[in-house]
């Protein structure tokens, strides 16, 4: 059921881009996608609905496709204050709700 | 309150005793859930209400797990008899109908 998200790590240098892969076994009706530091709550980045659509926040985007249930989130420009864990929670069916997070990725954004 | 509020922040429970979490969520949230996170792991779902009805709780991973929402507000998860295996952070999140979370800070719970 937990989606999986690749990779489980990445190093990078300000300024430097990155992609996190999340994919899913299961048909998907949305991918919300949550950054957490440590020791505090997860914090929401966006949501992408079925349809293959691509939104953007600041410098982070994400695309999603229903077809291969995959999600990718696409940081730019890395700066110090994306250092975190990134989760993808997918959800299968509109409101259901509940939604099954992957087992993360930590970005560290180094000087 | 201006976000979700969890309490305690850290509980140390002896093995066998009975726990209580607290969530206060976010005031006119209808939903709310609850997850366990382990360490280096993703949140796992336990349970869902709406309001004071939980539709959801095939996450709940033994009958020592129980939660309850009395009154469509605050919401209480209860671990019964608490192992080792239960440590873990146990996040509380609510939301309008079909939208984005917000997540409490959690409590940390560890099981001598």
């Known amino acids: 059921q937990q989606p999986v998200q690749s990779p489980q790590a990445v190093i990078l240098r300000e300024g430097e881009d990155a992609v996190i892969n999340c994919s899913s076994s299961k048909a998907l009706y949305s991918v919300h996608w949550y950054r957490q530091k440590h020791g505090e709550a997860p914090v929401f980045l966006m949501i992408l609905l079925k349809g293959g659509e691509q939104k953007g926040h600041e410098k982070i985007s994400a695309s999603f496709n229903e077809k291969k249930q995959q999600s990718s989130l696409y940081l730019t420009a890395s700066q110090l204050s994306y250092s975190g864990t990134y989760f993808c929670?997918?959800?299968?069916?509109?409101?259901?709700?509940?939604?099954?997070f992957g087992t993360g990725t930590r970005l560290t954004v180094i000087p | 309150g201006a976000g979700v509020s969890q309490s305690p922040r850290y509980k140390v429970a002896k093995r066998g005793q009975d726990v209580a979490l607290r969530c206060d969520p976010i005031s006119g949230h209808v939903s709310l859930f609850w997850y366990q996170q382990a360490l280096g792991q993703g949140p796992e779902f336990l349970t869902y209400?709406?309001?004071?009805?939980?539709?959801?709780k095939s996450g709940l991973p033994s009958d020592r797990f129980f939660a309850e929402r009395p009154e469509g507000s605050v919401s209480t998860l209860k671990i019964q008899r608490t192992q080792q295996e239960d440590s873990a952070v146990y996040l509380c999140a609510s939301c309008r109908i079909n939208e984005k979370l917000f997540f409490g800070s959690g409590t940390q719970l560890s099981v001598l």
């Open positions: 929670g997918t959800e299968r069916a509109t409101g259901a709700n509940n939604l099954f």
């Open positions: 209400f709406q309001n004071e009805a939980q539709l959801d």
